[in-house]
T-cell receptor, first 118, second 119 residues
Framework: AQKITQTQPGMFVQEKEAVTLDCTYD???????LFWYKQPSSGEMIFLIY??????QNATEGRYSLNFQKARKSANLVISASQLGDSAMYFC???????????????FGAGTILRVKS | GAVVSQHPSRVICKSGTSVKIECRSL??????MFWYRQFPKQSLMLMAT?????????EQGVEKDKFLINHASLTLSTLTVTSAHPEDSSFYIC???????????????FGPGTRLTVL
């Protein structure tokens, strides 16, 4: 069964506008972590933002925020004021269990390709 | 921030040869490193978990004898693709967890990847 689902294969956004990338997850473990990574065409994986299952507030990192809706098991990434350099593949990932509990393995979604238009 | 390097960044080899890829954590120690494989426009597939001082844990369907992993120190893990064939051509990425938590994020930091082409 899919543990991480990203339903948007591709998205377009106008420069300077905000965009939301969807991510839903499936786990029965009460302790887990959710991550978003950006992968530009160069291939490197860039860590963007993290949300722990017990965190009370939604995570924010600069222009990135994570809309965490625990009951709906969703962890959408919101990018505000999009820039041309934001064009990339974006992956949502989940770590089940607490830190190092199961070796910290990550499960990745299929990814969403974001294109920012000028 | 935590930096992970990979070497080489790109390698082209003949079918039947072995290729070694190095993954180093430059400014932190990691007891655990991970090796992923990625095909074009697809997601990352975890191949194995590399544990310092012990045997690697391979994911289901990954051939242990084909993909040899050695985690020799707290800053170095190597992946050797033995007797490489064209179907092994792919993008290989490693990642590492710092021993100490980085702002409580439990983040995996990724290397820049190695593009392997087997002719």
């Amino acid at each position: 069964a899919q543990k991480i689902t990203q339903t948007q294969p591709g998205m377009f956004v106008q420069e300077k506008e905000a965009v939301t990338l969807d991510c839903t997850y499936d786990t029965s473990d009460p302790s887990y972590g959710l991550f978003w990574y950006k992968q530009p065409s160069s291939g490197e994986m860039i860590f963007l933002i993290y949300q722990g299952s017990y965190d009370q507030q939604n995570a924010t990192e600069g222009r990135y925020s994570l809309n965490f809706q625990k009951a709906r098991k969703s962890a959408n990434l919101v990018i505000s004021a999009s820039q041309l350099g934001d064009s990339a593949m974006y992956f949502c990932a989940m770590r089940e269990g607490g830190y190092m509990e199961y070796g910290n393995k990550l499960v990745f979604g299929a990814g969403t390709i974001l294109r920012v238009k000028s | 921030g935590a930096v992970v390097s990979q070497h080489p960044s790109r390698v082209i080899c003949k079918s039947g040869t072995s290729v070694k890829i190095e993954c180093r954590s430059l400014d932190f120690q990691a007891t655990t490193m991970f090796w992923y494989r990625q095909f074009p426009k697809q997601s990352l597939m975890l191949m194995a978990t590399s544990n310092e001082g012990s045997k690697a844990t391979y994911e289901q369907g990954v051939e242990k004898d084909k993909f040899l992993i050695n985690h020799a120190s707290l800053t170095l893990s190597t992946l050797t693709v033995t007797s490489a064939h064209p179907e092994d051509s792919s993008f290989y990425i490693c990642s590492a967890n710092p021993l100490t938590r980085d702002r409580g994020t439990d983040t995996q930091y990724f290397g820049p990847g190695t593009r392997l082409t087997v002719l």
